[in-house]
DNA sequence: CGCTAACCGAGACGGTACGTCAAGTCTTAAC
DNA sequence: GTTAAGACTTGACGTACCGTCTCGGTTAGCG
């Protein structure tokens, strides 16, 4: 979706080179704009004007409104949270949990996962991608229950979909309704409630 | 929102009468369009056309379209469901899942409330409105609660808020998602599992 | 076009009786309205508002705005003015044109009459009965000139529809297009100039 | 108003180069439905229809109809006419007459120009451009005379203003009712006829 | 060192839908 | 059967962005 990871050496032969500030001034207008307005206000018109860069120039490394979103999104968690390893299950949730709730408190990353679950209900071929995204983070969860089961802490037979969902389901309706804070400390009481129902009833 | 049911003797005085019929066309196009392309492809102008109706009748009616969009869902709704009151809060809130996760399998009314959903993040002021809704639906879950409260079925302090988006949080993600289906017969396993969750653990 | 002075006696059987102040009402809102916002900005829907009258009944009594303007044109001029008569063409011609040039004085009738020319090149239905209109003004005129032609005041073979319009063409021409003011004062002098070239030049 | 006819070298930086077909045939479907149908049923939206060109591109060029017509007026009248000079106010006026009266041949340039005096008394805001418009053409006639006027070919103390209207009210008068052809072979008498009043009676 | 490719800006272009407004017609209820 | 109220169809308004495109002008790196 963005240009900024991908083949090191496309086969180029010569010709003029990215100009890097025409892309940081474009994913920092984003940002603005998507916590100053919101993502329905914004526009690619908007951003170039914003960021003084043509509009061609967005549409050139940006094919549509979600992947600039996205790519202002990665840009500003910048550093990659590792898979967490306590040898808990325990401790792994908590400590994904409250890095989860975390981005409650970030209004870039808020507005911009908020307007991607809403651009996901609008356009169905968008909603593939992010499916896709939402399903590598699944998996990761998925790694601490596969883990946990092995370590016996969670009974065989589990549920594991709903384990997931348990955990994600409760951060995004938060998140985009917006009823009750999301804070980092209450993700421990979370996480015991939820660990507490996976156990085996005798 | 609607004008469908509110006062049932509005002080007219004379004028054309309304045409029932030029309503539901629009509450049918606005449906059957939803289904075939979704919430963001959804536009009055479409709407208008194929309910053969002129754009300015529905703007008389709905001032927008997730006002629109929230007309259909009651329209496809109909027949609302009583708060279930089966004596015991597991009976309870399987029923009431049951019921909200029959909502996946109705084409409509997943995709407008998806669409709305996906609307509050888009317009703020739509967001008031859709907050509010969802309140009167937590509310509802909020009584089953207090009412096991005093039956002593949960733990004095349980943190209700965390308990209903327990409740509402992987229903909601699933239909967002739509990374699993969401079945009816599921209701009675997710509810056990959060009601195992709330008990004191000793 | 308007209703006002007809048959006394209609051969009415019975039903409602017309309320004769909507009448008025309607006129004086549409004279208000003109000379408030001019021709262009004035709606029937408008005038029904400030009249507090309903759209029907505007249009039951008058079928369009030109017809409704006519009728407020009339309404003010109240008494019409006699042909006049005064033995000489240039008597006959100065007080016609100085009551010509009053009507600029006058904002209602003057927003009127633009308005009605405006609306005769818009409207070619319209057209055709503005110049039946402007036809009944120009032979009040011809007359005059007949008159004169009897008593030899001007030449035989004078061309009486340039003499018409060389009365009546200064006059809509500062009229529409307001480069200067029209004052009566000045009729003596435009009409001697007038019939000083209408003479027969040895 | 019109982008025809500016400064040759526009400052321009880049930007997709202007589409000169498309302001033609903009032009060319607003004279022919000018003619055909007449100023009043003219439509932004109905000349864009039929130049085969999107409404926004007229609105990027002519902000509001009538400077689209006026801009197509001009369009019509391709070579302006120089100023007449034939030594004598007799021949400069019937030249300039015999001109104004050509326009009611031209079925375009008639209808632009009695739909921009419509307009002008719909549309105060535009009143004011046509009346500069106008101010230039009498400006014109404005400077035969002040050289005749020099030359004593017409007393000294004339009132130019009412002269000007002679030459002008009677053209937009017979332009405007259309009671009376309009014929640039009549345009020598009509000025001899005017210019005689103008003498000195002695 | 010049060629060439890709960049960047500017902005025109054909589109689509927006939400508003008034036109003129029609239907009903009240008087 | 007039009057009031107002629902209805129709059609154009002017605006905002969309995504594509065509320019003029720049700036690498390869040969």
New binding site residues.
Partial sequence: MSTTPQNPQPP????????ED??HSVLEATAALLVENGYGAL????VAKRA??????V???W???PALVMDAYAHETATRVPEPDTGTLEGDLTAFAADLYAIGRDPVRAKALTGLMAEAQLDSAFAEAFRAWVRTRRELVGRLLTRALARREIPAGTDLTHATDLVFGPFWYRLLVEHAPLDPADAEAHVRTVLQGLERRE
Same sequence: chains 1, 2, 3, 4.
Avoid: D, F, P, Q
């Fill in positions: 180029r032969t010569g010709g003029r080179i990215r100009n025409a892309h526009t690619i018109e908007g003084n860069v043509a509009k061609s120039t549409y050139r490394w094919k549509s409104k």
